[in-house]
């Protein structure tokens, strides 16, 4: 049980109340407006939850990854902009707390902790993934540097006091990057906001420098090292962006679940006919099997940082497409109304949920560039031995976690994959077909053409088949567990992932998969999070 999400829940009152300004429909109403959430935010720095990431030794109230995916996604169940509203330094923060000086890192927790905001300024409009093309330049200068360039799509770069910002200071490779501590003055041009459609009243900012100076002491770590930081600091960004997913996916499918419940198709409700029951079956598994994939990842990187260069970005694909997924089966259900920007279900709430689920899908990197950043891991993954204890300690959800430590995180998983490797000897059909589908793997990836889409398609089969063995990894690991440890809840999930592993539709199968529809109908009415972790809802 999470009773800090209860009681953050509890405090932010009943969110289908018309009149509550931290319900569904403020939210709907800034985002009309493109207002940021300024009450919401406040409410919640009141409650240090926009320190829930920074460690304690800095002043931040963060104990565990999967104490902070809850807590986040019950708030952002609400409306999601609370994270970017007070989560958007994460990046910032990890790149620092991994090669910022003490005293680096003590300036960004103080601005943190007096609610302000540090900027992650890496992205250049003109080359999007290609890091290595970014063409920002620090030109060394008898003060220091001389910054000259144009950051792109810098979340809150409007409100930030600072920046974390990647540029130029070598000619190739990636060891051509450093990073720097620039202060946002009035010296930086930000632009006019930028507008998106999700997200609505976030601002992102295209920040540009023209020989901007920048002291040497600016400087974070050694020069050369940014890129690999940063790299490091997004697998943390992946894991967390999940929470939002999940957030937007709770609360879409509630709608449509109370909508289906009420509308009548002659003398029966919408929710006891064939076709709507399957579409919300299907959509019952994905997030089922997302909550499950999202958890067990919020675990797994304190047991197994090492290996999160590919665990963080398949739990991260896994996660998304599900939503996406998601969101789909929903507006299938909800039809016309899904498409109302004011009316309908939630007063045009659906029409913000598809948007802003959508931004968080790509907010840190695109699908293809996520997936491409594993692919060429694979030959040695498939060859990834078991190891029974860590699996044990991320699995098991009454073991005690050992505590985070991001010094760990690496660039490349070196074949470690706990996961994939040693999958339980359950005996169920998906369990049956999950082991056949991961003992066939390494002939597929050899025979993979590296020139071609092989790996590519390689690797998003693997983020499923590496979802779904987490998923069975969980249930046999809790076995007394009143979701995880039910049969149903795993064929459920398991027919679920695996196949969109196959690249099939799970309409086509979904027998298997109308018992999620009842697990969700279960919690809904038990005002439950929809997820393995037991949190009461307001």
């Known amino acids: 049980m999470n009773t800090a999400a209860e009681e953050l829940d509890r405090e932010l009152g009943d969110p289908t109340d018309a009149a509550n300004p931290f319900g569904y429909a403020a939210a709907v109403g800034r985002d009309e407006r493109d207002e940021f959430p300024e009450e919401l935010c406040a409410v919640l720095r009141k409650r240090d939850f926009h320190l829930n990431y920074l460690p304690a030794e800095l002043g931040g109230t963060f104990s565990s990854f999967d104490h902070s995916l809850t807590l986040v996604r019950t708030a952002a169940r609400r409306d999601l902009n609370v994270m970017p509203g007070t989560m958007f330094s994460i990046t910032a923060a990890t790149c620092v707390q991994l090669h910022g000086s003490a005293a680096q890192q003590e300036r960004v927790a103080a601005i943190l902790r007096r609610g302000g905001s540090v900027a992650f300024a890496m992205s250049e409009a003109e080359h999007g993934s290609d890091l290595l093309a970014n063409t920002a330049r620090l030109t060394p200068a008898e003060h220091g540097w001389e910054l000259d360039g144009t950051k792109w799509m810098v979340g809150l770069g409007h409100r930030s006091e600072a920046a974390y910002l990647v540029a130029r200071t070598g000619e190739r490779g990636p060891a051509a990057f450093s990073a720097v501590l620039v202060d946002l003055d009035d010296r930086v041009d930000r632009g006019a906001q930028v507008p998106t459609g999700g997200m609505r009243g976030i601002d992102f900012a295209h920040l540009r420098f023209d020989r901007h100076p ?129 009316e309908g279900p939630g007063g045009g709430l659906f029409q913000k949920l598809q948007r802003d689920a959508a931004l968080v899908r790509v907010v840190d990197t695109s699908t293809v560039a996520n997936l491409r950043s594993f692919a060429g891991q694979l030959p040695a993954l498939v060859r990834a031995v078991a190891d029974p204890a860590a699996a044990r300690t991320v699995f098991d959800l009454t073991a005690e976690l050992p505590p985070y430590d991001p010094a760990r995180l690496d660039l490349n998983a070196r074949g470690r994959d706990l996961v994939t490797a040693g999958v339980p000897a359950t005996a169920s059909a998906g369990a049956d077909r999950l082991r056949a589908a991961l003992a066939v793997l390494p002939a597929q990836v050899a025979a993979a053409d590296p020139k071609g889409n092989d790996l590519v398609d390689l690797a998003e089969r693997f983020a499923w088949l590496h979802a779904a063995a987490a998923c069975l990894h969980l249930h046999a690991a809790n076995p007394d567990d009143e979701l995880l440890g039910r049969s149903d809840w795993l064929e459920a999930v398991l027919g679920y992932l695996l196949a969109r592993a196959d690249g099939s539709s799970p309409r086509r199968a979904a027998a298997p998969l109308l018992p999620a529809l009842a697990i969700t109908r279960e919690l809904h009415a038990a005002k439950r999070l929809f997820s393995a972790v037991p949190v009461r809802l307001a």
């Not at 002659?266 to 959509?283: I, K, M, N, T, W």
């Not at 997030?287 to 963080?312: C, K, T």
């Open 214 to 342: 920048v002291p040497a002491a600016a400087l974070v770590g050694r020069e050369g090292e940014a890129l690999e930081t940063a790299v490091k600091a997004q697998q943390v960004v992946r894991l967390m962006s999940t929470a939002g997913s999940l957030g937007c996916a709770d609360t879409a499918l509630r709608l449509t679940l109370d909508f289906a419940a009420e509308r009548r198709i002659g003398r029966a409700a919408l929710l006891d006919s064939p076709y709507p029951q399957r579409e919300l079956a299907v959509a019952s598994a994905a997030l089922l099997a997302a909550d499950a994939v999202a958890l067990a990842a919020a675990r797994g990187i304190h047991a197994a940082p090492e290996a999160f260069s590919v665990w963080g970005c398949a739990a991260k694909h896994v996660v998304a497409e599900a939503v996406e997924d998601l969101m789909l089966r929903c507006g299938t259900v909800l039809a016309t109304r899904s498409v109302l920007r004011t």
